[in-house]
């Protein structure tokens, strides 16, 4: 896998409140993401996906991106 953890960052999305101004934000402005910023707005794969292809890790307890 390239770059940085998805679910941490999402972790941190959630934590700092930043996954609940986000959609308001994107009504009038552009989101570019790059490695773990870009994939935390779509969708995320199964942890059980996740860990066949890459093996175990941490999830910090996120079951799921911004979709």
Excluded: C, W
Excluded at 2 to 31: C, E, I, R, W
Excluded at 40 to 54: L, W
């Amino acid at each position: 896998m390239v770059g940085g953890n998805a679910d941490y960052l999402m972790h941190v999305f959630n934590k700092s409140g930043f996954s609940k101004l986000l959609p308001k934000l994107l009504q009038t402005k552009v989101y570019v993401g790059s490695s773990a910023g870009s994939r935390v707005i779509g969708r995320k794969v199964s942890n059980e996906a996740f860990n066949k292809i890459f093996g175990n890790r941490i999830t910090f307890g996120i079951t799921e991106y911004m979709n």
